[in-house]
């Protein structure tokens, strides 16, 4: 058996595709009977209002392993960006987690020991977009959420590359600001 995992985190940013398509998710990984599996249960059963957590499935009832539950960081006001949300989106995170198994990512004898619960970004302008791609949509959330995973369990960046990197490396929101662009 794999060695204990008690808490992984990781974020990944995969853009490039049309506006709206962006995905960012922050994953937190961790054996069910630690910390991780008490905030996945303490999540499921407090529901906020806006900020409805579900499991990632494939499709209604086939849900993945590791069990893995969402979490909007946008409140959620419109019946579109729901169903995206639910249904685009969440397939795509699902595929995602069963992709960082199959890269080894997440060792597959503790794909029932894990939990992983995943801050899900999803652009709010998905709402308006007629044009919207849903397969550009699926494929963007779906790297992102493999590559948040394999980021988490391979502990990158490491601390020296952080430290060597610090100085190089600018927010691209806050130079934004610095040059009057927000």
Do not use: C
């Not at 989106?89 to 004898?109: E, F, S, T, Y």
């Amino acid at each position: 058996m794999s060695e204990r995992i008690i808490m992984r985190t990781g974020e990944a940013l995969i853009a490039g595709g049309p506006p709206g398509t962006a995905a960012e998710p922050e994953v937190i990984i961790g054996e069910l009977d630690g910390p991780v599996g008490t905030a996945i249960a303490s999540m499921t059963a407090g529901q906020a209002q806006g900020h409805t957590r579900v499991f990632a499935i494939l499709n209604t009832d086939i849900q993945v392993r590791p069990v893995t539950l969402m979490v909007s960081k946008v409140t959620v006001k419109h019946t579109r960006y729901t169903n995206i949300l639910m249904g685009t989106v969440q397939a795509a995170i699902a595929n995602g987690v069963l992709d960082a198994v199959r890269a080894g990512d997440i060792p597959k004898d503790k794909a029932n020991d894990l939990g992983i619960i995943v801050s899900v970004w999803l652009n709010p302008s998905v709402t308006t977009d007629d044009a919207l791609d849903h397969k550009i949509l699926f494929d963007i959330h779906r790297k992102a959420m493999a590559t948040a995973i394999h980021k988490a369990m391979n502990n990158q960046p490491d601390i020296d590359w952080l430290l060597e990197n610090q100085d190089k490396i600018t927010h691209k929101y806050f130079q934004m600001g610095l040059d009057g662009k927000i």
